[in-house]
């Protein structure tokens, strides 16, 4: 039972990535013609959400001294 709570919450976390990605980047905004262009835009999607994410983490580690509480920190 233990494991398949952890499981949920790690599921929890994609699922948020995916709807910030959407929201921050334009993750859904591509309409699929052709395979490789998809994929390079999820890719570049994906790809600048990370950065955006890592870059917020590391501004709110400057401001606060503590990261603030979210997908980063699962403590």
């Given at each position: 039972m233990e494991e398949l709570v952890g499981v949920c919450q790690e599921?929890?976390?994609v699922e948020?990535?995916?709807?910030?990605?959407?929201a921050e980047v334009g993750l859904?905004?591509?309409e699929v013609r052709r395979?490789?262009?998809w994929y390079?835009?999820?890719t570049v999607?994906?790809?600048t959400h990370?950065?955006?994410?890592?870059t917020r983490h590391e501004a709110a580690?400057?401001?606060?001294?503590?990261?603030?509480k979210g997908i980063w920190t699962q403590a």
């Open positions: 599921r929890w976390a948020e990535c995916f709807a910030e990605a959407k859904d905004d591509y395979w490789d262009a390079r835009h999820v999607c994906l790809l990370a950065f955006l994410a890592v580690i400057e401001e606060e001294g503590s990261p603030k």
